[in-house]
């Protein structure tokens, strides 16, 4: 098994890390997540300190068994330098789709979570290798990549348009977003198909 990459690396050990030190130290790291505009708590950071912080043990757990999975490859398809890019525009892609999001419902809670990550480097997996076999967890049926990502993607849209499970579904899909309009990018096309 080869090793992890670097940067996949290092973004997996700070989530643990800011868990740890949440959890163990009782340090409260509620001025890094991200807030509604408008409730008073919104800072500027908070768009890309979001992407560190956890809810729960299993909600770290499926993120950065996600990270690893899938950011791992990509990585070393991509090289260091384009997959932090990558990253970031997903990471800030799903905090503007969850401000605008959290604005339209008037929501007061927080955002946590990598899963904008995640779920942008899903994306991608499913562009590079659109072809692999994939077994998820649940239910552990094998499909090719790009089934993989357009079922969790329609998903999403349903249990974000259903409501009330408080998982930031539109996070989610501001993150694939992201990735796709940064792939889209680096292929020197448009966002709607046309070459620019």
Request: glycine share 14%; proline share 8%; aromatic share 16%.
């Amino acid at each position: 098994m080869p090793s992890m990459p670097p940067i996949t690396k290092a973004f997996m050990l700070a989530c643990v890390v800011m868990f740890c030190l949440e959890q163990l130290l009782r340090l409260p790291f509620g001025w890094l997540a991200l807030w509604p505009l408008g409730g008073g708590n919104f800072w500027p950071w908070q768009p890309l300190t979001y992407a560190f912080l956890h809810g729960s043990v299993m909600h770290l757990f499926f993120n950065m068994l996600g990270l690893w999975m899938f950011g791992s490859e990509i990585e070393r398809l991509w090289g260091g330098r384009r997959y932090l890019h990558f990253l970031l525009a997903s990471v800030l892609a799903a905090a503007a789709v969850q401000l605008v999001f959290t604005a339209l419902i008037g929501s007061p809670y927080p955002t946590v979570g990598a899963s904008g990550a995640l779920f942008g480097l899903l994306l991608a997996f499913g562009m590079m290798f659109p072809n692999r076999t994939i077994i998820p967890l649940f239910p552990p049926i094998p499909m090719k990549a790009k089934v993989f990502v357009a079922v969790f993607g329609g998903l999403e849209l349903l249990m974000g348009l259903t409501g009330g499970s408080g998982i930031a579904h539109f996070a989610h899909l501001g993150g694939m977003l992201g990735g796709f309009l940064m792939i889209r990018y680096w292929r020197g096309q448009s966002p709607f198909g046309r070459r620019r």
